[in-house]
């Protein structure tokens, strides 16, 4: 399901279990209960009503990979954390490499929120929608929480 988002349009995917993506662009097709509450969600979310997602989803759980997809989720909206924080949440301060990693592959931006997740320095980082979509996402929810 294709939906349009103030970042560009978003291409959202599920399986019978739950959420499997949210891509950057692409072509959405189909539809199903699932994905049109999704698409509400993050409509919410865009909006400034909608602060945490409550879908199911339907990725990876095993690997320290899955680890640090999860743990993204623990950063509260509005909060940024550092990749080297980030390792130390999931229990390894070396493996901040494989914790950007881990937030370059994670299928589902804005619902996994790996935006909020900076360089040590404050930096953006990279980010799979582009820097201007990262900056927006934490500029939007600064601005939700009344700090901008």
């Not at 759980?61 to 940024?80: E, K, V």
């Amino acid at each position: 399901m294709l939906i349009s988002t103030p970042i560009g349009p978003l291409t959202l995917t599920a399986s019978d279990r739950g959420l499997t993506a949210v891509d950057f662009g692409g072509e959405g097709t189909g539809s199903s209960p699932l994905l049109i509450d999704a698409a509400a969600q993050l409509a919410e979310y865009f909006a400034g009503t909608r602060r945490t997602f409550d879908l199911p989803l339907d990725v990876p759980d095993t690997g320290f990979r899955a680890t640090a997809q999860a743990a993204l989720a623990d950063i509260a909206f509005g909060q940024t954390m550092s990749y080297t924080e980030l390792a130390a949440a999931c229990g390894n301060d070396l493996a901040v490499r494989a914790v950007g990693s881990a937030c370059a592959t994670n299928p589902l931006p804005i619902i996994r929120p790996c935006h909020r997740v900076l360089r040590a320095d404050g930096s953006l980082g990279g980010y799979r929608g582009g820097p201007a979509a990262k900056q927006w996402l934490l500029d939007h929810e600064q601005r939700v929480l009344g700090n901008r």
